[in-house]
């Protein structure tokens, strides 16, 4: 009768076990969490340029918006802002634009 008692625990754990694994659930991803993942990661399209709260474009690259401000002539807190959060802030001294 041991024996017998004996092989019955092992089939119930194996049993036990089978059934867990069933049951266990899939690793999820970042990506499958958060289905904008890469939406919300790419590269902005455009960006915004301001000097103090007046807004002087929209610009489709950061390269073009920071030759846009040196070029402009004007003076004074630049601000970058893309459209995914991204952000740039510089001052330009009214000197650095006469010396030009």
Avoid: C
């Amino acid at each position: 009768m041991e024996t017998t008692g004996t092989t019955t625990i092992i089939q119930v754990i194996t049993k036990a076990k089978i059934s867990i694994n069933e049951y266990v659930p899939k690793e999820v991803t970042r990506k499958e969490k958060e289905p904008e993942f890469e939406e919300h990661h790419k590269q902005p399209e455009e960006f915004k340029l301001f000097i103090g709260f007046r807004q002087l474009g929209i610009f489709g690259s950061i390269m073009e918006a920071k030759k846009y401000a040196d070029r402009s002539g004007l003076w004074g807190a630049f601000n970058l802002l893309g459209d995914k959060g991204y952000r740039d802030n510089w001052y330009v001294f009214e000197s650095e634009v006469n010396k030009e």
